[in-house]
């Protein structure tokens, strides 16, 4: 049966060149700048990774006579981290760098983060706001970063970063002292 197409084409297609895509994550030179900010972004993002888990163990694990409190504060906060985590995830890949694949790689990009060494609820808080506040801390240095490079989207973000990180320190000093 004849279809009114000749089985053989005169003209070849046009072919595209792929367009090229960085498959490295780690920047080539420390020179690099746009390399750079996407490892500070990946540290900040393990950072996010590891508060998401630790408030949302403290959320298991907290007793104590302020146990409601505690328990839906940290509810909403590993929520907020997860957020963090794939915001921060999305900005590295804007700027053309890929996420670390594993959990052993992302949380292994940032190693300063302090673990629970205690059960005990104020032991658990304590822990939890010094680390909210190295994550303030890191976000400021991003933001500096960010800003010197003109990527502003990534210094506005970090901007809410840092008030999210201090003002959840501050609740969970307020929570202890009336511990």
């Known amino acids: 049966m004849y279809s009114g197409i000749s089985p053989v084409q005169t003209e070849q297609p ?32 393990s950072h996010a990774a590891q508060l998401m888990l630790q408030s949302h163990l403290v959320h298991l694990n907290f007793e104590g006579g302020n146990f409601f409190g505690v328990h839906e504060f940290t509810k909403e906060q590993y ?6 985590l794939d915001r921060l995830g999305e900005l590295t890949r804007s700027l053309d760098y890929l996420m670390p694949m594993c959990s052993k790689g992302l949380m292994g990009a940032y190693k300063k983060f302090a673990h629970i060494q205690a059960y005990e609820g104020p032991a658990m808080l304590i822990t939890y706001y010094e680390n909210l506040e190295a994550f303030g801390m890191c976000a400021k240095n991003v933001a500096k970063l960010a800003a010197k490079m003109e990527a502003y989207d990534i210094e506005n973000y970090c901007g809410e970063l840092i008030e999210d990180c201090f003002t959840a320190a501050w609740m969970c000093k307020a929570t202890l002292r009336n511990s």
Not at 26 to 33: G, I, V
Not at 79 to 84: E, L, N, P, S
């Open 79 to 84: 929520k907020k981290h997860q957020k963090q």
């Open 14 to 45: 046009a072919q595209q060149q792929p367009e090229k895509v960085s498959y490295e994550p780690q920047p080539k030179s420390k020179k690099e700048p746009v390399g750079h900010l996407a490892n500070e972004l990946i540290t900040l993002s």
